[in-house]
Nanobody, 124 residues
Framework: QVQLVESGGGLVQAGGSLRLSCAAS????????MGWFRQAPGKEREFVAA????????YYADSVKGRFTISRDNAKNTLYLQMNNLKLEDTAVYYC?????????????????WGQGSQVTVSS
C-alpha cells in the first residue's frame, strides 16, 4: 500500500506556471506507475498525464500536451507535474494516483491509490 500527498497548488494568472508535487510513502513509489487527474466543479474526474515506473515513458491528454510535463524522482519517492501556459480551463482539483498493475493508462479505475487533491485556480 502507498499513501499519496499532493502539494504545490494555488492561484495563478492565465499564462503562468505552477509545479505540483506528490509525495509517496509506504511502499516504494517505483513499484507503481503514476498519473495525474483533475476534476473541475460539476465535471467528471479526467486524465491529465501518466508516467511509467522508471519514468522512461509518458502519456498526456491532448488538452495539456505541450504545456504540462510529468516527471518522477524515485529516489525521493516524488511525482511532479510542471504546468506552463496555464489557461482558465485548467482550474480544477488535481489528484495524483498510483497503479500497481497497469502503466501509462488514462483510465481512472486502473489506478489503485489516490491522493487527497490540490486546488489549482487560474485567473484572468
Amino acid at each position: 500500500q502507498v499513501q499519496l500527498v499532493e502539494s504545490g497548488g494555488g492561484l495563478v494568472q492565465a499564462g503562468g506556471s505552477l509545479r505540483l508535487s506528490c509525495a509517496a510513502s509506504g511502499r516504494t513509489s517505483s513499484d507503481y506507475a503514476m498519473g495525474w487527474f483533475r476534476q473541475a466543479p460539476g465535471k467528471e474526474r479526467e486524465f491529465v498525464a501518466a508516467i511509467s515506473r522508471s519514468g522512461s515513458t509518458t502519456y498526456y491528454a491532448d488538452s495539456v500536451k505541450g504545456r504540462f510535463t510529468i516527471s518522477r524522482d524515485n529516489a525521493k519517492n516524488t511525482l511532479y507535474l510542471q504546468m506552463n501556459n496555464l489557461k482558465l480551463e485548467d482550474t480544477a482539483v488535481y489528484y495524483c494516483a498510483a497503479a500497481a498493475r497497469y502503466t501509462n493508462t488514462g483510465v481512472r479505475n486502473k489506478y489503485d491509490y489516490w491522493g487527497q487533491g490540490s486546488q489549482v485556480t487560474v485567473s484572468s
